[in-house]
């Protein structure tokens, strides 16, 4: 068990250009969230998978925003037109959906728009 | 919508003394879980203590406890002995029954330990 993994660890963009992030939840965990978290700032729901499933999508994940899941298990968020209001640390979880369901996390994607 | 507030954004703390970091949240579900998680320089969030909402005794976890107060919609971590490897980040996190793990984050206060 290597945790969750998240590629890359640092993106400097330039406004208008996309940009496209990796997760890879621990193996067995069926559920893989994203979450956005801005300087100073708790992080900030963003969406949910169950297996391949896109169950939950928050009025935060704007139309630029797409993210998948295709076989139920890594996932990638996609950034189109990246504007420097997007400049933050996307954070990856997953947990295996259960009564006592525990979240865990990955170390970040820190995005930075120029 | 529910809403989580921390109103320290800093906390500091003598070696092996105690902190309490203060808590509160606005909901009008019944049944809900709270959560401390614990964010190093290394960034990952890492789950420190976990309540429900049905549960009357407070939850501990070693040096960890809470006082949870539902009346109040007050949830407060107290850290005995206080380590150097407690400073940190620390966020009080909300989520409603049944919703997953769509977690609603308060602003955070960072902690210090001072040998």
């Known amino acids: 068990d290597t945790g969750v993994s998240q590629d890359p660890r640092h993106k400097i963009t330039k406004r208008g250009q996309n940009v496209t992030f990796r997760c890879d939840p621990i193996?067995?965990?069926?559920?893989l969230y994203w979450y956005r978290q801005t300087l100073g700032q708790g992080p900030e729901f963003l969406t949910y998978?169950?297996?391949?499933?896109?169950?939950?999508k928050s009025r935060l994940l704007s139309d630029r925003f797409s993210a998948e899941r295709p076989k139920g298990s890594f996932s990638t968020l996609e950034i189109q037109r990246t504007e420097q209001g997007d400049s933050a640390m996307y954070l990856c979880?997953?947990?295996?959906?259960?009564?006592?369901?525990?979240?865990?996390f990955g170390s970040g994607t820190q995005l930075s728009v120029l | 919508a529910q809403t989580v507030t921390q109103s320290q954004p800093e906390m500091s703390v003598q070696e092996a003394e105690t902190v309490t970091l203060s808590c509160t949240y606005d909901?009008?579900?019944?049944?809900?879980?709270l959560f401390w998680y614990k964010q190093p320089p290394s960034r990952q969030m890492i789950l420190v203590i976990r309540?429900?909402?049905?549960?009357?005794q407070n939850a501990t976890e070693n040096r960890f406890s809470v006082n949870f107060q539902k009346a109040a919609k007050s949830f407060s971590l107290k850290i005995s002995d206080s380590q150097l490897g407690d400073a940190a980040m620390y966020f009080c996190?909300?989520?409603?029954f049944g919703a997953g793990n769509m977690l609603t984050f308060g602003g955070g206060t960072r902690l210090m330990v001072k040998p």
């Open positions: 909901t009008s579900e019944s049944d809900y879980y």
């Open positions: 193996s067995e965990h069926n559920r």
């Open positions: 309540q429900e909402a049905y549960k009357q």
């Open positions: 996190a909300y989520r409603r």
């Open positions: 998978f169950q297996n391949e499933a896109q169950l939950e």
């Open positions: 979880a997953s947990s295996l959906a259960s009564t006592n369901e525990k979240l865990f």
